[in-house]
């Protein structure tokens, strides 16, 4: 199956740069205008410093999705799930630290009418505890669902459809109360995280800037990564997966490799979002918001890693914006950015860059791509 | 990763591929009855025949992509291709060019070259480690002036000409320097320079210690380029021998040239 | 109808009463009974009403029109006796009790009333409830009668409430009257008949007649009884595990027909354009939707063929869809044809502008559908196995659409066309087929199929915007394990997932039926990626 083919071969270095600036820049201003000078003109209020955070991790998501989505030519339509799976297992540390060390007992033991928790919440009062579990639930999730896909070379729409349903069906068993995570309403009621009160200045200036620290780290690693010879190998899996095996490449284990690297990475963004909302529920897991996480990166440009942060920090900004005072305009206007960009612009925001800038050898290189993929 | 690793230097005129009571077929269609087919280390064999007649079928058997139904393939006279899967035949030393020029379009040309060359050890991890390796950095140059690409080589595939990309993909086959090379209609849609460019290049991929495989329509291309010729119809082989020979065959005139 | 009951009892029975009146067998009879009621002997006067009451066995509802006259008269205090004569003496003037005819030359002054104990006056009211099971017209009666019949069994025999119910003709009363026929037979004195009723009851296997004999037995003694007993539960459990059987397989089928239709659109599409339309759940909706706008606009200016809006809405729902889909492929997808994971996000995005448009629009509660009376229904097959009229109808459009596309994609030359560039597309091109035109027609023809899906689950699941997101991923898992292209393979896989569904679902929830989906359909692309009945050839 022809997997669509991508212009931005790896970032223009420009564009990576400023990006990486920018975040640069953000890390180190949102400890200061966000702490002491808080209250002055330039401060910027915890309130738009946890919008700020928010973002971060949604970029950090579309970084997960873009990894393979661009470079690997996969398209996972169930990120959420990863990303649902970090939720939860930081939602359970806050709430178990909360019952272990507060005396608050957490609504889900009322609601259950539970005297204790149940047993796989042992341990979860530990933060390193929880911290490992973030990396090692998703990405033993990921492999087994890699390996079975992969192994049997299940790829493009069949694929993200799978991933979809897998997304769904989670879905359904969080939905339901007697799996013990909340069930309909999720968890909520958190206290503390790290021995900081929930929802103060602090806390929430913290947590934003561990998101942009986060986020900067991964885009840079992942950058990194992506110039090394393994992007190279990725963007040959993407370009002709069967020339490559041809040529004595098993393509299994570093398709494993990225996507197992994904779903952690799309963990980790999971768990930095939920002490910022400080809510967790199945709704993370409905396909809208797995799709949402492709539009981001559709809209940024795959294949670009900065192109993802751009994509997912203007459609998420966009969407803080408007669901402030028109919630049911964002459905259409989400829509009317989709249809835009895989219409007009199938390499999304790139292709309005490249005419403005009319560089000939992007120029050349779009157009050698823009024939259709074998 | 493999369980097949290089073997002793093959001798010129030994068997290379050994091809025994071949049976291949779709559902209720039979492509291939009963084929056995050699090809030799040393020469250029070009196999010819009307579309249909099971070539591309035989190499699809041979790289692992198609499962037959009966009969034996062995590389070498020794291994036994049939139980392994294509990454593990390409490094036993199959090589194969697709009819479809198949080259990484975002890769540029060197980087396709340097993906080609499988050094020891070849786990992913070591791969990877080894991109760097001074013999691929030369043997890439190398091949590069082989094939007459060093002025592009740091161009992406993706604009290359048609024949560009041919020669690529030729070039990439020669950095595997696999015992068994299979070439799937190589001159197919180009210009008569280009195709006279191709024939060279053939010609030079022929070693001692490699067959080549050519599957082709155009007849003079053939002739040109192979030292031994065979001809399949129906899934048989009904010639086998000298190209000019083949043309006074009176069942290849039947079946194929007398059309 | 009108009530024949009525107009028998209107013009014929005073006829006929006055035939009966001549018959001397009739006539002694009655003397007979008369002369018991009026014997003043408690056995006696019990016997007659006991005969009284089964007057309607062999007299039919003559019979029983007159034994209510007697039996209300004796309730009443109104029979007067004398020696061999008795009077009915009501107000509308004294009639012979035995012919019900105005009296000549008899005074009922000097004639006395027999004695009415509590005993006998509850016996009484048996009988004249027995009776009006008979006489009265209006089901409503009947049914207050049987359910007082119920309580008190004083007259009630086997026998005159079997007669009963073979002239019942409403269901609701016969259903009361079953029941009651069978306990009565369960408490015969004699074993024997307690045996037949048991043999005779477990022939209709119903669980209602189950608890009925598996009660009777719990108090029973006697064990040939007993063991009768035991053996027609086993025979009523076989039959019912039959019917619950098919029940399932009846339910599993009709929820496979709407999945077939969607997935079977959903197929067609894929295999030509290598395309996913995640909006087909949508068009599902729009199906549906349409169909709810025709009974609308029939109700409004055609009220007189509301029942048929399912029918004349086959048409319109398909149409509906296939317009929607034909400007989604022009104006979308044939931009898209060479970036399949690109048309996914984009029919997502017609998703969700379809869902908001319908739930800003109209609304998101549910719709209100008419049952038309031929899907209101159903038919009992065996045990309590109904096969519903409206799982039928959804059934039938399904077979209905699968027997339209067979012959369209065999026969016609747009479904030559399709096959060409389903196979290969760049030579059906080059021998002349227009592909774009194709792949716009069999788009249509995909997105109206799933628009037939949206009529047929009409009237057996709420109908909202947001209806279809459930659907998608059982459609597609559908098309994956039918395998692209393969008309029998989307039955079948439609068939298997749709019967999981149903299974699964009643014992382990309806999580554990997708979960159970799911994990198949991953196992199942391991060990055939193409699908159950991909047709064979080189790739």
Request: net charge neutral.
């Amino acid at each position: 199956m022809a997997n669509d083919q991508t212009a931005a071969r790896v970032d223009s270095p420009l564009l990576f740069r400023i990006v990486a600036g920018t975040l640069f820049l953000l890390l180190i201003s949102l400890p200061v205008l966000g702490g002491p000078l808080s209250g002055s003109s330039a401060g910027i209020s915890p309130y738009l410093a946890n919008i700020i955070g928010q973002i971060a991790t949604f970029a950090l998501l579309a970084l997960a999705l873009d990894l393979i989505w661009g470079f690997a030519g996969i398209l996972s339509l169930g990120h959420g799930l990863f990303f649902a799976m970090g939720g939860y297992l930081i939602a359970m540390h806050m709430l178990k630290s909360g019952y272990v060390y507060g005396g608050v007992t957490p609504d889900i033991m009322t609601f259950m009418g539970w005297n204790e928790l149940p047993s796989y919440w042992v341990l979860f009062e530990s933060f390193p505890y929880a911290m490992l579990l973030i990396l090692v639930v998703p990405g033993l999730v990921a492999f087994l669902y890699g390996y079975v896909s992969f192994r049997s070379r299940v790829s493009g729409v069949y694929f993200a459809i799978i991933t979809q349903a897998l997304t769904y069906v989670a879905m359904l068993l969080m939905f339901r109360n007697d799996t013990g995570f909340g069930g309909n309403n999720g968890m909520t009621g958190f206290t503390t995280l790290l021995g900081n009160d929930i929802g103060s200045s602090n806390l929430v200036i913290g947590l934003a800037t561990t998101s942009v620290l986060v986020l900067l780290v991964a885009f840079l690693t992942c950058g990194a990564l992506m110039r090394s010879p393994f992007g190279r190998l990725l963007i040959a899996i993407r370009d002709d997966e069967a020339r490559l095996r041809f040529m004595g490449y098993d393509t299994l284990w570093p398709k494993l490799a990225v996507w197992c690297l994904s779903g952690v990475l799309a963990a980790i963004a999971g768990a930095l979002y939920v002490p910022q909302v400080g809510i967790i529920n199945p709704r993370l897991l409905s396909a809208e918001v797995s799709i949402e996480i492709a539009v981001w990166v559709a809209l940024g440009g795959r294949g670009a890693l900065s192109g993802a942060v751009i994509g997912a920090a203007i459609i998420s900004a966009l969407k803080f914006w408007l669901t402030g005072f028109v919630p049911e305009l964002w459905p259409f206007i989400l829509a009317g950015v989709v249809l835009l960009v895989v219409t007009l612009l199938p390499n999304g925001l790139l292709d309005l860059k490249l005419a403005m800038l009319r560089r000939p050898s992007r120029a050349k290189t779009r157009k050698a791509s823009a024939r259709p993929a074998a | 990763m493999t369980a097949v690793t290089d073997q002793k230097n093959p001798t010129p005129g030994a068997q290379a591929i050994q091809i025994d009571g071949l049976r291949v077929s779709f559902g209720d269609f039979v492509a291939i009855p009963h084929l056995t087919f050699i090809a030799r280390y040393g020469e250029v064999h070009g196999v010819i025949g009307p579309n249909g007649a099971g070539k591309t079928t035989m190499m699809d058997v041979i790289t692992g992509k198609t499962k037959p139904k009966k009969g034996t393939v062995r590389l070498d006279g020794s291994i036994d291709l049939l139980g392994l899967d294509e990454p593990t035949i390409a490094l036993a030393g199959v090589g194969r060019k697709f009819q479809k020029p198949s080259v990484f379009e975002a890769l540029s040309v060197r980087e396709n070259l340097e993906i080609a060359l499988r050094l020891k050890p070849r786990s992913i991890l070591a791969e990877l480690r080894n991109w760097s390796d001074r013999r691929r950095v030369a043997r890439v140059g190398e091949v590069l002036n082989e094939i007459g690409l060093s002025a592009q080589a740091d161009l992406s595939a993706g604009v290359l000409a048609h024949g560009q990309k041919q020669w690529l993909e030729i070039g990439m086959l020669l950095m595997q320097r696999p015992k068994l090379l299979m070439l799937d209609e190589p001159v197919a849609g180009m210009t008569d320079e280009e195709t006279s460019h191709t024939a060279d290049l053939v010609r030079r991929l022929r070693s001692p210690e490699r067959a080549v495989l050519v599957i082709e329509h155009d007849m003079a291309f053939v002739e040109e380029i192979a030292d031994r010729v065979t001809v399949l119809h129906e899934g048989n082989p009904i010639f086998e021998g000298r190209m000019e020979d083949a043309r006074q065959d009176a069942q290849v005139r039947a079946v194929y040239l007398g059309r | 109808m009108l009530p024949i009951r009525q107009f028998f009892a209107r013009f014929f029975i005073p006829l006929v009463l006055v035939i009966a009146a001549s018959l001397p067998a009739n006539s002694q009879d009655r003397t007979a009974i008369l002369a018991e009621i009026c014997s003043g002997d408690f056995a006696a006067q019990q016997s007659a009403l006991g005969q009284l009451a089964s007057a309607g066995v062999e007299h039919g509802e003559a019979g029983a029109n007159w034994a209510r006259a007697i039996v209300d008269a004796f309730e009443g205090r109104d029979l007067r006796c004398g020696d061999g004569i008795a009077v009915i003496d009501g107000n509308a003037g004294p009639i012979m009790a035995e012919t019900l005819e105005p009296t000549i030359g008899v005074d009922p002054e000097g004639l006395d009333a027999p004695s009415v104990n509590l005993r006998l006056r509850a016996v009484a009211s048996s009988a004249n409830a027995v009776l009006r099971l008979y006489t009265e017209a209006e089901a409503a009666e009947r049914l207050s009668a049987a359910s007082y019949i119920d309580r008190r069994r004083e007259a009630a025999t086997a026998t005159n409430i079997g007669a009963a119910l073979e002239l019942e003709t409403d269901p609701d009363v016969r259903a009361v009257l079953t029941t009651l026929r069978a306990s009565l037979l369960l408490s015969d004195a004699d074993p024997t008949n307690r045996i037949g009723a048991i043999e005779a009851i477990a022939e209709d296997a119903t669980l209602r007649n189950r608890t009925t004999i598996a009660e009777a037995i719990k108090s029973e003694t006697d064990a040939a009884v007993i063991a009768s007993g035991e053996t027609a539960l086993a025979s009523i459990d076989r039959t019912l595990a039959i019917g619950q059987v098919l029940a399932t397989l009846y339910a599993g089928a009709s929820y496979a027909s709407v999945l077939f239709l969607a997935a079977l659109g959903l197929a067609i599409i894929f295999g030509l354009m290598g395309v996913i339309n995640l909006a087909q759940g949508e068009l599902i909706m729009v199906g549906a939707y349409a169909a709810w706008f025709t009974q609308e606009a029939i109700r409004y200016a055609l009220p007189g063929l509301l029942d048929y809006y399912l029918i004349i809405a086959i048409p319109v729902s398909f149409l509906a869809a296939a317009l929607v889909g034909l400007i989604m492929e022009v104006l979308v997808i044939r931009r898209l044809y060479d970036r399949p994971l690109m048309t996914l996000l984009a029919t997502w995005a017609i998703s969700i502008l379809l869902i908001n448009t319908v739930r800003v629009t109209i609304g998101s509660q549910n719709l209100e559908f008419h049952q038309p009376g031929y899907v209101a229904g159903g038919f009992p097959i065996i045990g309590d196995f109904i096969m519903t009229s409206n799982r039928l109808f959804a059934i039938a459009i399904a077979v209905l659409a699968f027997i339209a596309v067979v012959v369209l994609l065999r026969k016609s030359l747009f479904g030559m066309n399709v096959r060409a560039v389903t196979q290969n597309r760049s030579m059906a091109g080059a021998v002349g087929i227009d592909t774009r035109r194709t792949d716009m027609m069999a788009f249509a023809l995909g997105s109206g199929l799933a628009g037939l899906a949206g009529l047929a689950l009409s009237p057996l699941y709420n109908v909202n915007p947001g209806m279809g997101t459930g659907f998608i991923v059982d459609s597609f898992m559908v098309v994956v394990l039918g395998g692209v292209g393969s008309l029998i393979g989307a039955i079948i896989a439609a068939l298997g997932i749709g019967q999981i569904n149903v299974i699964i679902e009643p014992i382990y929830g309806a999580v554990a039926a997708k979960v159970f989906v799911l994990l198949m359909v991953i196992v199942f692309i391991q060990w055939r990626p193409e699908g159950l009945f991909a047709p064979k050839g080189r790739r």
